[in-house]
C-alpha cells in the first residue's frame, strides 16, 4: 500500500540545482526521431518540406505537399553506453522497440484564381524524446556515501530526527520532509539507515560522525530511466503563388518519466562497523507541455529554396514525487518499512524551455536528388523554472543562467535518386549546452537510408547513429567525482507512406 504526503517545500529542496539543469536539459532536447526517410537526411528538412517529421523543422512544410497522404514509422533502439570511474570500467547496452511516428495530411488545391494556390492540414504525432536508458558506474572511491549524510546532517539537532513515542517510521519520513524539509529528511534517513550516529546523545547535538571506517570503498552504481516525451502536432500551411509557403502548428506534449538511482557500497577496513549500504531513490516524473511554430520556405529559382523557422518556448506544467530507500549492517530494524510505496509528492511546477530559430538553405536538382542543411540557434540560459516569484527556484534560475550557453546546432543531409530507389544520408551536430563545453560534451551523429517507391506508396528504412560525452557525479553532495559517460545511440527506422 502506498503512502503520500504533500510537501510544503517544492522540488528544488529535494532535487538539487544540477539535477534541476537536467530536468531542463532532458525537456528541451529533442532527439532526431520521427519519419525513417527524415531521419535518415539527418533531420535536414528546414527548406524542404515534404514530410511529416519536417513539420518539427518548419511548419510551412506540410504545404510542399502535392496530394494527401498517411505516414507511420517504427524505431529499434540500441544503446550502448560505456562509463570510466575512479579507474573503473562498466557498459551497458540495452534494446526496444516503439512506434514512434503517426501522421498524416489533408491537401485542398484552389480551383479558382486565387493566389493562394493550396491548403494543407496535418495532424502528426512523434516520439520526440524516448528515455529508456540504462548505465552502470563502477569503482572504488575515497568518497563513501557517509558523506551525503554527513552533508546533510550536520547543524541539525538530534532531538528534531528522533521517533517520537509510538510513532512509525514511515510517518516520521514523511512528516520530518513535510516539516523540515529535505536535509532533515535525508539526516532521518542516514541515522536510522545505520549509516551516521551523533557525536553524543543529547537532544541539542548538531554534530554527527559516520559509522564507515574506510581508504577507498567499491562503488556500483546503477540509472534506469524510462518514459518519454510526445509531441502530437496540429498544423496549418498554405502555398502562396508558386514560390512562397506559410505555415504555422500548435504542439501539445505528454510526458512520462522514471528514473531508479541505486547506490551498492562496499570493501570498507576489516574492522568497519558497516560492510554494506544500499541506497536507492526513485523519481517519477509527469505532466504536459505547449508550444507552437511559425515557419516560411520560399523558393528562389527551380533548384534553391529558402526556410526559416521560430519554434517557441514550451511550457511544461509538472508534478513529481520522489521515494527512497536504504539498508546497511546498522540499519534500524524497521528501515525496511521506508521503500518505494512511501512517497513524497511536491507542488506542481512550470519549466519553461527557450524558444529556438532555425535557418535553412535546401538545393534541388529536379527529380534527380537534392541537399539541404538546417542551422539552429537556440540560448539555453533563458530556461526558466517556474513560479518566478517563489524564492526556491531564484537559486537553481541563477545557475540555469551561469551555467548554460547558447547552443548551435547543424544539420546536412542529401538524397539521390536512381529510378523507384531514394538512397540518403545525413550528418548532426549539435554543441554542448553547457558553457565549459565538458559537463555534457558535443553531439555527432550520422545516418544513412534508402527509400523505395510502389507508385503511390513508399518505403523507407533509415539507420541513426549519435555520440555523447557526460560527466556525471553520483550525488550532488558528499559524492561529487564524476564519472564520464560515453553514450552510443544506434536506432533503425521502417516508414511506410501511403498516398491518395
Known amino acids: 500500500m502506498k503512502r503520500h504526503l504533500t510537501f510544503i517545500v517544492l522540488l528544488v529542496c529535494a532535487v538539487t540545482s544540477a539535477q534541476n539543469i537536467n530536468d531542463v536539459l532532458r525537456y528541451s532536447n529533442e532527439n532526431l526521431k520521427g519519419t525513417a526517410r527524415f531521419q535518415g537526411m539527418g ?53 526496444d522497440v516503439d512506434i514512434n511516428q503517426v501522421g498524416g495530411v489533408l491537401v485542398f488545391k484552389s480551383t479558382g484564381n486565387s493566389p493562394w494556390k493550396k491548403v494543407a492540414l496535418a495532424v502528426n504525432y512523434d516520439v520526440v524524446r524516448n528515455f529508456n536508458d540504462e548505465f552502470s558506474i563502477s569503482g572504488n572511491s575515497d568518497q563513501g556515501i557517509d558523506n551525503y549524510f554527513l552533508n546533510f ?66 562503488q556500483n552504481f546503477i540509472r534506469l530511466t524510462t518514459g518519454y516525451n510526445s509531441k502530437f502536432t496540429l498544423n496549418m500551411a498554405s502555398q502562396y503563388q508558386n514560390n512562397l509557403y506559410l505555415g504555422a502548428s500548435l504542439n501539445f506534449h505528454t510526458v512520462f518519466y522514471d528514473q531508479v ?43 534553391v529554396r529558402l526556410g526559416g523557422s521560430y519554434p517557441s518556448p514550451t511550457w511544461y506544467r509538472l508534478t513529481d514525487d520522489f521515494s527512497q530507500r536504504i539498508n546497511s549492517d546498522l540499519a534500524d530494524d524497521d528501515i525496511n518499512f521506508i521503500n518505494f510505496g512511501i512517497i513524497n509528492l511536491f507542488e506542481t511546477y512550470t519549466i519553461k524551455t527557450p524558444a529556438k530559430l532555425t535557418g535553412s538553405l535546401a538545393l534541388v536538382f529536379g527529380k534527380d536528388g537534392l541537399l539541404s542543411f538546417d542551422y539552429g540557434y537556440q540560448d539555453m540560459s533563458q530556461a526558466e523554472l517556474r513560479p518566478l516569484n517563489d524564492s526556491s527556484f531564484s537559486a537553481v534560475n541563477s545557475n540555469i543562467a551561469s551555467e548554460l550557453g547558447a547552443v548551435s546546432s547543424f544539420r546536412l543531409g542529401g538524397e539521390y535518386r536512381i529510378e523507384q530507389f531514394s538512397l540518403r544520408g545525413g550528418y548532426r551536430f549539435e554543441q554542448s549546452p553547457y558553457s565549459d563545453g565538458n559537463t555534457i560534451g558535443d553531439l555527432n551523429g550520422y545516418s544513412g537510408g534508402i527509400g523505395y517507391s510502389f507508385g503511390g506508396n513508399r518505403l523507407d528504412l533509415a539507420i541513426n547513429r549519435t555520440e555523447q560525452d557526460f560527466n556525471m557525479q553520483l550525488f550532488d553532495t558528499g559524492v561529487t567525482t564524476p564519472a564520464l559517460i560515453n553514450k552510443v545511440n544506434t536506432s533503425v527506422s521502417v516508414g511506410y507512406t501511403m498516398n491518395f
Open 43 to 95: 533531420g535536414a528538412f528546414g527548406a524542404l518540406g515534404g514530410d511529416l517529421s519536417a513539420l518539427n523543422a518548419n511548419p510551412a512544410g506540410s504545404a510542399v505537399f502535392n496530394n494527401s497522404l498517411f505516414t507511420v514509422s517504427g524505431t529499434h533502439y540500441n544503446r550502448d553506453n560505456a562509463s570510466r570511474y575512479f579507474g573503473g570500467f562498466s557498459g551497458v547496452t540495452t534494446d
Open 153 to 218: 546532517a550536520q547543524g541539525i539537532p538530534f532531538g528534531s530526527i528522533l521517533l517520537q513515542d509510538g510513532e512509525y517510521i514511515e510517518d516520521a519520513y514523511l512528516d520530518i520532509g513535510s516539516d523540515q524539509g529535505y536535509s532533515t529528511q535525508q539526516a532521518f534517513l542516514g541515522y536510522y539507515g545505520g549509516i551516521i550516529d551523533p557525536e553524543d546523545l543529547n537532544d541539542d547535538t548538531s554534530v554527527y560522525n559516520s559509522n564507515t571506517s574506510y581508504n577507498t570503498v567499491n
Open 261 to 303: 538511482d541505486e547506490l551498492r557500497e562496499s570493501g570498507y577496513n576489516a574492522l568497519s562497523a558497516i560492510q554494506f549500504v544500499d541506497f536507492a531513490n526513485l523519481l517519477h516524473t509527469e505532466g504536459s507541455g505547449f508550444s507552437f511554430s511559425l515557419g516560411a520556405i520560399a523558393k528562389l529559382n527551380q533548384n
